[in-house]
Structures are given as C-alpha cells and as structure tokens.
C-alpha cells in the first residue's frame, strides 16, 4: 500500500493484522521498522524494529506508532515500513508493508494529511 507523507511532520503508521479466515487478530511482539534505499541502492535504516502502540481507542489487531519524518529527505524520496507480528496460536510472522510517497511542506498545504488503512 503507498500512502503520502509530509517532510517535517509526523506520520502514523498502522497495521491490522488478521487471522486466516479474516478476523483481527491480536498479535504477539507487533513491531515496526522504516527504511530507503540510498543513491547507490544501499538499504538504510531508520527505525529498526520498534514496538507498536495499541491505538487511542483500541480496536483488536490494530497498531500504530507516530513517526517524525526528518526534514533531510526531498521532494520525492520513498520510505518504506514493515510491521510484523507473530500469530499467537502458530508462531508465524505476520508482515504488512507500507510504501510512503515524501512531499515537501508548501504554503499550498492545508498540513492535513487524511489516511485510512485497513
């Protein structure tokens, strides 16, 4: 999923995690990790493994952790996220990925940013 972010302003990142047969599912050890990909391709990491928050009304299998977006990346740039979980009953990991399409600030910008994830 790509979504678009605002340099110099927080973005939350979330993920559902779901069972098999589609219901939420409250995962064990939900992390998150950022990174880009540097000019020569090299993978750089922002955030490495970080554990996600249940959210401000709490909803089974959601989880979001807020990101400052540093204002050394341009116009342009891509971050990347993966959210992982381990599914409680068969100790598999769970993944979802994120794609984050980076804008910079402008007077245009209302500095309103709707996102709706699933």
């Known amino acids: 999923m790509a ?4 340099i ?15 219901t939420p599912l409250a995962v064990n050890t939900p992390t998150l990790s950022v990174f880009y990909f540097d ?3 090299t993978k750089q990491v922002e955030v490495a493994a970080q554990p996600m928050d249940n959210p401000v009304v709490p909803e089974t ?10 204002t050394t990346f341009l116009n342009g740039d891509t ?3 993966e959210m992982t979980g381990i599914h409680p009953g ?3 990991t769970l993944v ?3 794609t984050l399409n980076l804008q910079a600030a402008t007077s245009l910008q ?3 940013i709707h996102s709706f994830y699933e």
């Open 96 to 98: 979802v990925d994120e």
């Open 3 to 6: 979504a678009t972010a605002i």
């Open 110 to 112: 209302s500095g309103l």
């Open 61 to 70: 299998g959601r989880y979001v952790y807020a990101y400052l977006i540093p």
């Open 8 to 22: 110099g302003t927080n973005f939350t990142f979330q993920a559902l995690f779901r069972d098999t047969d589609g």
């Open 79 to 81: 971050l990347y996220a």
């Open 39 to 41: 000019d020569t391709d």
């Open 90 to 92: 068969s100790g598999d």
